[in-house]
C-alpha cells in the first residue's frame, strides 16, 4: 500500500498550490487528478500562430497578489487586456450606439446591487431569484441588458441563483466595478504562457508526486488519519485535501457517510454553464475600424465577445455564452457552431471573421472532471451551506475556489484556497509532531 503524509485530490490551480506549500515545508505529498491533465478550470491551447489560447479561467485582477507572484515566480509577464477602440452595443440586430438610458438605468441597477452586496446578509435576500429582481427593473432593453451581463458574469442562468449569492460574489470580488472592470479590475491582464501555461510549470516543478487520470473513488477515515480509494490501489496518508468543485466531490464515497453539514455543502450547489471560443488571426483587424472587440448582443446567439489579443502578437476574439444559449450552440454540429458564432462576430466585425487562422472552443459543463464554470453556485436559499464549504472534516480538509472568501470563483480564489488549506494542515502536523 502507498503511504504519504498528505493526499491532495485535484491538480487544479488550489491542489497544486497546496502541493507546493506543504513541500516547502517538507511534507510529502501526493497529488491525485482524474484528468489526463493539470489545470482545472484552466486550460491552454496552442493557436496556428503559436500564441497561447485560454480555454478556461484567463484574467487576472489588479488585485490577485498570489497568482501574480507566481507567474513572476515562474518568468511569465502580465499583459494588459485590450481595451482601445469602441465597443459595440446590439439588439435585433441593430448597433444602438451607446444607448444612454440603457446605460444609465442599468448602471442604476447595478449600483443597487453594490448596495445590498455591502449591507449585513439577510435571509430573504437568499430567496429573491435574479431573474425575478431583474423583472420588476423598468425597460425591456434594460432588462435584457442587466441579463446579458450578469448571466456572462456568473456563468448560469439567473432563475438559478439568488440576489443574496450575486451580492456575496460581489462582495468577494471587491464589488461591482471590480468584478466587471478591465483596467483596475478583475479582467486587467492576461498571462504571456496562459493560464494553463501557469498550472503546467507548478506541475513540472512538483514532478512525480503528481499522477494524472487517477480519480479518488472513496476516502476512510482511520485511527492515524485517511485512507484512499484509486483504481490503481489505497493510498493511506495522515491528511487529505480536496479540491474539487462541490459537485464533483460528491461522487467520492465515505465512509462513515459524511456529517449533514457537509452533505448540504456538496448537494445544494450547481456548477455554472458556459460556453467559450477563441478565433485567431493574423492581427486584430477590428482596432483598424475603431472597434475595441467587446460585442453586447442583446439578442444574438453570442451575448458577448472580447478581445484578448497578445500584446505584440495575432489578433485574439473570444467569446463567452452562458446558460441556455450555450446549451442551444451544444444542439448544433461542430461545424454549424463554428459558423454560428463566427457569423454573428462577422455581423459587427466584417466577413474576414468568418476565416480564423484557428479556432479554439470548448463546452465547459460537458467536462466530467469539473463539471462546468465558472465555479459552483449555491442553490437559492442555500448560501451558507456553501460558506460553511471550508471546514474540515475530521482528517479530510476543504479547498477550491468556491472555499475562498475572497476572489471566489477566480484562479486567485483557488491559489488562496489551497494555500489556507496546506497552512492548516502544517499546522496540525507541528501539533502531533509534538505531542510523540
Request: net charge neutral.
Amino acid at each position: 500500500m502507498e503511504e504519504t503524509t498528505v493526499v491532495i485530490v485535484g491538480a487544479g490551480f488550489a491542489g497544486l498550490a497546496a502541493a507546493r506549500a506543504l513541500r516547502s515545508r517538507g511534507v510529502d505529498v501526493l497529488v491525485l487528478e482524474s484528468a489526463n491533465r493539470v489545470g482545472g478550470r484552466a486550460y491552454t491551447e496552442r493557436s496556428a500562430a503559436g500564441t497561447p489560447v485560454d480555454l478556461g479561467g484567463q484574467w487576472i485582477g489588479h488585485d490577485h497578489a498570489r497568482v501574480t507572484a507566481l507567474a513572476a515566480e515562474f518568468g511569465m509577464r502580465l499583459f494588459p487586456t485590450a481595451s482601445q477602440g469602441t465597443p459595440v452595443l446590439v439588439d435585433g440586430g441593430r448597433r444602438i450606439g451607446s444607448a444612454p438610458l440603457t446605460t444609465l438605468s442599468a448602471g442604476l441597477a447595478m449600483l443597487r446591487l453594490e448596495v445590498l452586496s455591502r449591507l449585513p446578509f439577510r435571509a430573504s435576500s437568499d430567496q429573491v431569484i435574479v431573474a425575478d429582481w431583474i423583472a420588476q427593473i423598468p425597460g425591456s432593453r434594460t432588462r435584457r441588458l442587466l441579463e446579458v451581463v450578469l448571466s456572462e458574469a456568473l456563468a448560469c442562468d439567473l432563475d438559478q441563483v439568488s440576489v443574496g449569492a450575486l451580492g456575496a460574489g460581489i462582495r468577494s470580488a471587491g464589488g461591482v466595478r471590480v468584478m466587471l472592470g478591465t483596467a483596475g479590475g478583475a479582467q486587467e491582464s492576461l498571462l504571456s504562457g496562459g493560464a494553463g501555461g501557469l498550472a503546467d510549470a507548478l506541475a513540472a516543478e512538483l514532478g512525480p508526486v503528481v499522477h494524472l487520470s487517477r480519480p479518488v473513488t472513496a476516502m476512510t477515515p482511520t485511527a492515524g488519519g485517511v485512507l484512499v480509494d484509486t483504481p490503481s490501489g489505497p493510498i493511506r496518508a495522515i491528511r487529505a485535501i480536496v479540491t474539487a468543485p462541490p459537485p464533483i466531490a460528491a461522487a467520492i464515497a465515505h465512509e462513515p457517510p459524511m456529517p449533514p453539514e457537509r452533505l448540504r455543502a456538496q448537494n445544494s450547489t450547481v456548477m455554472g454553464t458556459i460556453y467559450k471560443a477563441v478565433a485567431v488571426y493574423d492581427t486584430p483587424f477590428w482596432r483598424e475600424n475603431g472597434y475595441s472587440g467587446e460585442v453586447l448582443d442583446l439578442s444574438g446567439p453570442v451575448p458577448v465577445s472580447f478581445d484578448i489579443s497578445p500584446t505584440d502578437g495575432p489578433g485574439h476574439l473570444c467569446v463567452l455564452v452562458p446558460g441556455r444559449a450555450a446549451r442551444a450552440l451544444d444542439r448544433l454540429s461542430v461545424d454549424d457552431r463554428r459558423n454560428t458564432v463566427l457569423a454573428s462576430l462577422a455581423d459587427h466585425f466584417g466577413p474576414q471573421t468568418m476565416n480564423p487562422l484557428s479556432w479554439h472552443e470548448k463546452s465547459w459543463h460537458h467536462d466530467p472532471h469539473v463539471g462546468g464554470g465558472y465555479s459552483a453556485l449555491p442553490m437559492p436559499g442555500t448560501l451558507h451551506a456553501l460558506t460553511r464549504e471550508a471546514r474540515p472534516t475530521g482528517p479530510i480538509h476543504w479547498a477550491g475556489t468556491e472555499t475562498a472568501p475572497q476572489w471566489t470563483g477566480y484562479l486567485e480564489g483557488a491559489v488562496r484556497s489551497g494555500e489556507r488549506a496546506a497552512g492548516a494542515i502544517l499546522a496540525e502536523i507541528g501539533t502531533l509532531r509534538a505531542a510523540t
